[in-house]
Nanobody, 115 residues
């Protein structure tokens, strides 16, 4: 069983910044990729960003240049640095990892961006 715990959500005005953290109960180095997704009210969950085991990064077009993803394997942590936030970034953000034993998700953390 893998546990992922996110932190760092909150309310911020447009143009502001937040940093998300995701702490895993197992070695994140053993996962193929660690990712962030978000889900806005009434919408499907959408991909935000990913970092692979070898350090390759992928981003949704809507967040490129604004939400760099990083990881610290020594701390089993993944981070999402969110800047230039927009009201349309309002959503519940969740981290997920892909391990040989399966995919696991955190509980999610809410971000609300006001205009």
């Amino acid at each position: 069983q893998v546990q992922l715990v996110e932190s760092g959500g909150g309310s911020v005005q447009a143009g502001g910044s937040l940093t998300f953290s995701c702490l895993a109960s197992v070695l994140i180095y053993s996962s193929d990729a660690m990712c962030w997704y978000h889900q806005s009210t009434g919408k499907q969950r959408e991909f935000v960003a990913a970092v692979t085991r070898v350090g390759e990064r992928n981003y949704a077009e809507s967040v490129k240049g604004r939400f760099p993803i990083s990881r610290d394997s020594a701390k089993n942590a993944v981070y999402l640095l969110m800047s230039s936030l927009k009201p349309e970034d309002t959503a519940v953000y969740s981290c997920t990892g892909d391990w040989a034993i399966g995919d696991y998700w955190g509980q999610g953390t809410q971000v609300t961006v006001s205009s």
